[in-house]
């Protein structure tokens, strides 16, 4: 990284934004805290700065190895038309929030710290939505708590911290993932959430309507009947009215046969995949081996360079997290769920079986599966949180009853 006067300049502009972001958190953070009892103001604004240094360390990643940020900023910058052609879908809409900012004056370093800076409240939501539904405190590993585990995964950080769609798309499924867990609530948190998601990623859309669909019917809610009924009718109409753009993704808009031209699509994007230098060769692979290179892969063996060592360092606990919902305890947990846990795992289920299709490539791999890894994360807290709970439940009803005994003899 060359650092010229201009360049550092930008640095020192981006510097001088950080205490108003700061000043503009601690005004949120207090009417959090005082909302809500379980809230740590001191712990966000630990997190505030863990996520801060993880903006820098992309910032330095990014000015020696490809990055869409320089991209997007350029793009922008030297776009010559009003600002409202360039509202859209995917790439266009990230250059279509950028505008207003870039044009104002904003560098390229702003720009990744505002871009930071929003990444870092999707961490926010989804404390919130952790804390908000569970209240048991949860160790793993003897004494470690999942919760600031969970917070503080640097791959988690590392791609939601630039200029791009990784930190506007984990704001939006934190920001769905907390207003589903009491959707009638937070309608407005709902509305927001999806048009950003799908605004960023049409598919992601489609899989998170699906996901909420599956909780809201076979999870355990007190939605009525009428209720289930008119919000399906209005998610259905929704996508029918929206079919074309969420199938455009993938080239389906004009297709006559859906399923085979996926297919056809998912087999060439992966072969183009293959062929960078992280690619993995998946054609030989079984289903099940595709899934578990989504989620696990690099494991030590196959890490591509320094940064893919840390990653799978990550990935190793993945795994070991995973692995403690292999009971057969999960699946009476699983019966009685609450809709907002039921639709989390069909998120996270539905996104990776797609995902498997068209991923062969483990940068992009590692970069895509941080937008559902909360959802599983989730899912994974709330059964452990079940057991103990459960545990708590058998322990008090054992002293109980050497009570008892104990009066009896009496």
């Known amino acids: 990284m060359h650092l010229d006067i201009e360049t550092i300049l930008r640095i020192l502009e981006g510097v001088f934004l950080i205490p108003f972001l700061y000043e503009v958190n601690q005004k949120i953070l207090n009417r959090l805290e005082s909302e809500y009892f379980f809230f740590s103001k001191r712990r966000m604004n630990i997190l505030f700065f863990y996520h801060l240094l993880f903006g820098l360390i992309y910032y330095i990643y990014a000015h020696s190895n490809p990055s869409d940020s320089i991209a997007y900023y350029t793009r922008t910058q030297n776009f010559e038309g009003s600002w409202l052609q360039l509202f859209g879908t995917e790439t266009t809409f990230i250059n279509f929030v950028s505008y207003p900012f870039i044009r104002f004056g904003f560098s390229y370093e702003m720009m990744m710290l505002l871009f930071t800076w929003i990444g870092y409240w999707g961490f926010v939501l989804g404390f919130l939505f952790f804390k908000e539904n569970i209240k048991e405190k949860v160790l793993v590993f003897k004494k470690v708590d999942l919760l600031t585990l969970i917070l503080f995964f640097p791959n988690m950080h590392f791609w939601s911290a630039s200029l791009g769609k990784g930190s506007l798309i984990f704001f939006g499924l934190m920001l769905f993932a907390f207003s589903i867990s009491k959707p009638g609530k937070r309608k407005f948190g709902l509305l927001i959430s999806s048009l950003l998601v799908f605004a960023i990623r049409p598919h992601m859309f489609l899989l998170l309507c699906a996901g909420g669909l599956y909780g809201v019917y076979f999870g355990k809610n007190l939605i009525s009947k009428r209720n289930k009924i008119i919000g399906g009718a209005v998610v259905l109409a929704g996508l029918a009215l929206l079919q074309n753009q969420i199938l455009g993704v993938v080239n389906l808009n004009g297709s006559?046969?859906?399923?085979?031209?996926?297919?056809?699509?998912?087999?060439?994007?992966?072969?183009?995949?293959?062929?960078?230098?992280?690619?993995?060769?998946?054609?030989?692979?079984?289903?099940?081996?595709?899934?578990?290179?989504?989620?696990?892969?690099?494991?030590?063996?196959?890490?591509?360079?320094?940064?893919?060592?840390?990653?799978?360092?990550?990935?190793?606990?993945?795994?070991?997290?995973?692995?403690?919902?292999?009971?057969?305890?999960?699946?009476?947990?699983?019966?009685?769920?609450?809709?907002?846990?039921?639709?989390?795992?069909?998120?996270f289920i539905l996104t990776s079986f797609a995902m498997t299709f068209i991923m062969s490539n483990l940068g992009i791999m590692i970069r895509q599966k941080t937008m559902i890894m909360y959802f599983m994360f989730f899912v994974i807290y709330y059964f452990l949180a079940y057991e103990k709970s459960n545990e708590v439940k058998l322990e008090l009803e054992r002293l109980r009853i050497t009570a008892s005994h104990k009066a009896l003899k009496v």
């Not at 699509?265 to 989504?294: C, Q, W």
């Not at 009476?332 to 795992?345: G, M, Q, R, Y």
């Open 256 to 347: 006559n046969n859906l399923w085979a031209d996926f297919l056809a699509f998912s087999s060439k994007r992966s072969e183009d995949l293959s062929s960078a230098t992280s690619g993995v060769n998946m054609a030989g692979y079984s289903f099940p081996e595709k899934v578990f290179t989504f989620w696990f892969r690099p494991l030590f063996l196959d890490a591509p360079g320094f940064l893919g060592v840390i990653v799978s360092i990550e990935n190793f606990i993945y795994l070991l997290l995973f692995g403690k919902i292999l009971k057969l305890n999960f699946f009476k947990f699983w019966k009685n769920a609450p809709s907002h846990v039921k639709s989390c795992l069909m998120i």
